[in-house]
């Protein structure tokens, strides 16, 4: 097992080449001291990768303090998520990238394959493997998929690094015993999405990229009343739930703007006092939210 060393904060790069400002953004990104960048090959179709491999090249090279992270993705055209196509994603985001290794590179969303077949002969899983130990990657992830799978993925114990999202946040606490069993192994605990995507620090009526079903929509609803009433910025709470867990040692906020840039490092300085933590806990355990 590679043990990673991440920053505690890692700037999710998922929206990055979706709006106007790109390139201001990408800037900014890997300048910040905040954290290091997660994206993916398939992330704005690749505008994203594209996005901060053309600050790198504006900026003589990657600055030293910060590293990019990326995952591997399907086929886009075919869905194909062999060894083959996990080697042809590497090349095209390091390409993109205009670099010659990644510290970590993660197993992106495969939903469409059984963990048998991504384990096989061929398959997705032997092929990080390989890179890995060709030294071109650093460190090798699971990225979601769904909750069952990402459990098996990481019960194979071929991992370094487990990345879930949107399941272990302030309001949710379904990927807790994914995360202790990658923990008792030694794995990397990267958790993304504390906002629930947006929700807990922008109001946003959906969670998780999906509408809440009732009682989970008033479970949040509670915590944000409970907000009020101590005074916390809920947001920042949001961010304070996924730090503060000594299961987690990295949480991935998704970053759409050098105005989010500059808003995150209050978020990150603020201080939640504990009793509010307490106020969440004695809730109770939160209703399914929109797992899968
Ligand atoms: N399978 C995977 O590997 C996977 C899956 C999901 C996420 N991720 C990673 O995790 C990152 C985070 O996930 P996410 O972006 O979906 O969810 P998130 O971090 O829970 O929420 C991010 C959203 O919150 C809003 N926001 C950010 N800072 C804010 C602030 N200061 N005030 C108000 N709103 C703020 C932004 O939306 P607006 O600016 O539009 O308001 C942003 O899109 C992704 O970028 C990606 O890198 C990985």
């Not at 990055?16 to 704005?44: H, K, M, Q």
């Not at 209050?266 to 201080?271: E, G, K």
Request: zero cysteines.
């Amino acid at each position: 097992m590679k043990t990673l060393s991440p920053t505690s904060i890692i700037l999710g790069a998922s929206r990055l080449g979706e709006r106007p400002g790109a390139d201001e953004l990408a800037d900014a990104l890997i300048r910040s001291r905040l954290g290091y960048v997660d994206t993916s090959n398939n992330y704005a179709g690749g505008h994203s990768e594209q996005a901060l491999g053309d600050a790198i090249r504006r900026a003589g090279g990657l600055p030293g303090h910060t590293r990019i992270y990326s995952k591997a993705d399907s086929d886009p055209d075919t869905g194909v998520f062999d060894g083959d196509r996990v080697k042809r994603s590497l090349d095209e985001s390091l390409t993109r990238l205009g670099l010659d290794s990644l510290p970590l590179y993660q197993l992106h969303d495969p939903y469409g394959l059984t963990v048998a077949e991504a384990m096989g002969p061929g398959g997705a899983v032997p092929a990080l493997i390989d890179l890995r130990d060709q030294g071109v990657i650093g460190a090798i992830g699971i990225a979601s998929g769904t909750l069952s799978q990402v459990q098996e993925y990481v019960d194979t114990g071929a991992f370094d690094v487990v990345l879930s999202h949107n399941r272990y946040t302030l309001v949710t606490r379904t990927a807790e015993p994914v995360f202790q069993a990658a923990r008792a192994q030694g794995m990397t605990v990267l958790n993304a999405a504390p906002f629930g995507g947006g929700t807990l620090a922008n109001g946003d009526t959906s969670f998780g990229y999906r509408t809440m079903p009732a009682d989970f929509a008033a479970h949040v609803s509670r915590v944000r009343s409970l907000a009020v009433d101590h005074g916390v910025d809920l947001a920042a709470a949001a961010l304070h739930f996924s730090m503060r867990s000594p299961l987690v040692d990295a949480t991935v906020v998704g970053i759409t703007s050098t105005a989010r840039l500059e808003a995150l490092g209050p978020l990150i300085d603020a201080r939640i006092p504990d009793d509010f933590f307490d106020a969440v806990e004695s809730l109770g355990t939160p209703p399914p939210g929109v797992d899968d």
